[in-house]
């Protein structure tokens, strides 16, 4: 049995360091730079390894300087390199946003194809670790807002890898961001129980070597009629958690990548529902969930039976207290899904 077809049980970390590995090994362009990504393997072991078996010109440290990580890595691909640049915490990417934005997203435009910015900027994000306002942020929208730049976000071990294999081939910008409250297991939403394992979910077995999963394609978690339920990242899985317990009809699509973003499948799901709940952990203002209730209104106006709702974070930093509260969770789901089924 070949590695493609031999699977692996892996956690999300598991499996972006296995991502990391296939690629590191199948294309010499391929290098892995970062804040201790090297030697020590990364804060959350994403890394792990990677520099003892691929070399120190390979997977290498950085030093504390977002904007110099991200700007080397866009000199690095436009001289023919395929940098996958690791940021610690998505909350630290922003001193390096003039880089992305100015540079990485544009290069190809202004270069008129001459030049090409073949760069994966992976960052873990999103809260329920306890991280407080500076390690818990959810950034996602800003990356939306960059023409050039396109945004991914995995929700399982097995998407985790093919979409990050994608990205590193990817011959323009991605930025990956990695939803750290379930890289070692699936979160419900009820932080008072017991964290399940990867391991007990199909998701978790990964094929050993190389695939792919292309990115602009959502996928259907669960299939259902009364209400389409958009969602990415942690949030599948508390939404799958609190349809399941009510009982409701509800069809769940995981988005995957929000740029580019596959409207048709959002767009057929919403058509045969007749409503739409959008679910993420970011600020509400501004959100992505806007930009997606707008699109919805735009191409199913006359199919929709109810307003469009969305559950989200609130309009404040990130609170260390009061996270649970703060946290789109099973009441404020459950509420909002009672209004929706009612209207």
Known sequence: MSAETRTKTMNMIEAINSAMDVMLERDPATVVMGEDVGYFGGV??????LQKKHGKTRVFDTPINECGI??????MGAYGLRPVPEIQFADYIYPGLDQLVSEAARLRYRSANDYICPMTVRTPFGGGIFGGQTHSQSPESIMTHICGVKTVIPSNPYDAKGL????????????FLEPKRIYNGPFSGYYDRPV????????????????????????????????TVLAYGTMVHVAKTIIEEMGI??????????LPLDIAAIEASVKKTGRCLIIHEATRTSGFGAELAALVQ??????LEAPVERV??????????LEWAYFPGPVRIATALTKILKD
């Open 164 to 175: 990050l294999i994608a990205a590193i081939e990817d011959n323009d910008p991605v930025v």
């Open 70 to 75: 991200i700007g080397v890595a866009v000199g």
């Open 298 to 303: 735009e191409r199913c106006f006359y199919h």
């Open 312 to 321: 989200t974070g609130f309009d404040t930093p990130y609170p260390h207290s």
């Open 44 to 49: 959350f072991r994403a890394t792990a390894g």
């Open 249 to 258: 009809d509800a069809e769940i699509l995981d988005l995957r990548t929000l």
């Open 196 to 227: 399940e394992p990867w391991s007990k979910h199909d998701a978790s077995a990964v094929p050993e070597g190389y695939y792919r999963i292309d990115l602009g394609k959502a996928a259907t978690v669960r299939e259902g009629e009364a209400v």
